[in-house]
């Protein structure tokens, strides 16, 4: 019962340093997403792949990329990291990119950056 | 970005106490659901409304799809000291085509005293 696994659980960063936020799902689910969370904020979404072989940008997209490695996995990059983009992340995933299906999330990924 | 305008902020009540929370939005939604957040983790998927007027129940827990489908109402009967978290509302909207991106409600943080 894995479900949606992320890792790192918790990472700190130095300003301009890059890293790799890895998702992996296995519930068979054909769509994932990245999502921020900030406090008084909710959830914004980064980016999301609705299926495998395809990424699109989401609401907060900047200073992100993302990578669809196979159906399983769909990773989140940051190039050169800034204090802004310290957050919490989470990744999801849903069965179908059709109106009507829940996501399952990731218990996400703690970025602190300085 | 869209938003959603979710209240309260945040409730503290005493154990046994019903708990009434709504999202409210600008525009028209087609899919209402409702997730929870425990603390250092991901959000969990409660209740999923598809049909404007619906009214579901999960337990102690029962949500609406308000009619205009600018709103949902979320209800926590008898609340216990495990209902402590943040509880999210989310809408989905599709036009023509198949669309799934979630936008989230800011959060409501729920603190119940025994």
């Known amino acids: 019962n894995a479900g949606v696994t992320q890792t790192p659980k918790f990472q700190v960063l130095k300003t301009g340093q890059s890293m790799t936020l890895q998702c992996a799902q296995d519930?068979?689910?054909?769509?994932m997403y990245w999502y921020r969370q900030d406090p008084g904020m909710g959830l914004r979404l980064i980016y999301y792949?609705?299926?495998?072989?395809?990424?699109d940008k989401g609401e907060v997209p900047n200073g992100y990329n993302v990578s669809r490695l196979n159906k399983r996995e769909f990773s989140l990059r940051l190039e050169s990291a800034a204090p802004s983009q310290t957050s919490v992340y989470f990744c999801?995933?849903?069965?179908?990119?059709?109106?009507?299906?829940?996501?399952?999330f990731g218990s996400g990924t703690r970025l602190t950056v300085v | 970005g869209q938003q959603l305008n979710q209240s309260p902020q945040s409730m503290f009540i005493q154990e046994g106490e019903d708990v009434s929370m709504n999202c409210t939005s600008s525009?028209?939604?087609?899919?209402w659901l409702w997730y929870k957040q425990d603390p250092g983790e991901g959000p969990v998927l409660l209740i999923a409304?598809?049909?404007?007027?619906e009214l579901t129940s999960n337990g102690r827990l029962t949500a609406q799809f308000g009619i205009t489908r600018k709103d949902s109402f979320l209800n926590i009967s008898a609340s216990i000291p495990s209902d402590v978290g943040i509880y999210f509302c989310?809408?989905?909207?599709?036009?023509?085509?198949?669309?799934?991106?979630?936008?989230f409600g800011t959060g409501t943080l729920l603190a119940v005293q025994p």
């Open positions: 525009s028209i939604f087609n899919t």
């Open positions: 519930m068979n689910h054909n769509s």
């Open positions: 989310a809408g989905q909207q599709s036009y023509g085509g198949a669309t799934n991106k979630l936008i």
């Open positions: 999801a995933s849903s069965l179908s990119f059709l109106p009507g299906y829940g996501y399952t």
């Open positions: 409304l598809y049909k404007a007027g």
């Open positions: 792949s609705a299926s495998e072989g395809t990424t």
